[in-house]
């Protein structure tokens, strides 16, 4: 049995045994309520950040619904809670090739949680015929062999986005410390919701620092302060992998940088500025 098939049935046995198949919940498409499976490992009360942005991603594609998403800079400003939050999106640029859009995660309380900026490029309606393009491999996912995710304790307990996910690890790949390739597939955003392929892809490129971290976590933390993902084509299917390596420094800086691809090869990258800081 492949990995697609093992995730195919661990989802269906999900919803059979009536647990949420889903990220989020909605009650009118502006306010979200998140599921277990959106929970971070380290705080029981916070979102991981990946399922956060693909709901910005949706709301600035709804924004602009005529040109697709190519880039989404995301801004972690403050911890997303499991309560809740609302989501606004407005067009800061409409042009005919190129548009902007600025989305934002609000409290109940109308602080802002995260923010992001959209880059959309309208399409060549007529399309170009034969383009060339650099002839870049990937890795198999037919090769791959599932495996836990890279991160496994957490500091609650709870269910959380690393229950949420299914992963498999190419050959030479385990989840050890250091550069590693990783394929997963996400639940969806939003139940009876299919996500677009930048929305479906977002929780994958938030997990680069944990994909390549430099050691286990023990000693540092390896928080990210923000997320852009550039996408070159449209991912297809529901597994992704993200080929991710960790550059960690002495002051505390670093940077997660992250080429991600569907099945089919490399569709984009997934850039984040991580904070170093020591644990206990």
Known sequence: MSAADDVVDAHD???AAGRPAA??????GRWFAP????RGPWDADSCHAGPPTGLLARASAHALPDQPLVRLTVD???PVPMAGFAVE?????????????LVRLLAADGRELLSARGLHVASYAEGLGSVPTA???????ADAVPGPFPIGRTLHGLPCFTDAVETAYPPGHDGS????????????LLAGEDPSPFQRICPLADCGNAVSRNEDVARLGFLNADLTVALHRRPEGEW????SVSHWHADGLGMSDSVLHDVHGPVGRAVQTLLLRPLG
């Open 177 to 188: 410390p250091g550069p590693t390739t990783l394929w997963l597939r996400a639940p969806r």
């Open 13 to 15: 046995a999900e919803e």
């Open 135 to 141: 002839p870049v491999a990937g890795p198999v996912l």
């Open 23 to 28: 990220f989020f919940t909605s009650p009118d």
């Open 240 to 243: 992704f992998a993200s080929e």
């Open 89 to 101: 999106a407005e067009v800061t640029r409409a042009g005919r090739s190129v548009s902007t859009t």
């Open 76 to 78: 972690l400003v403050r």
């Open 35 to 38: 599921t277990a499976l959106a």
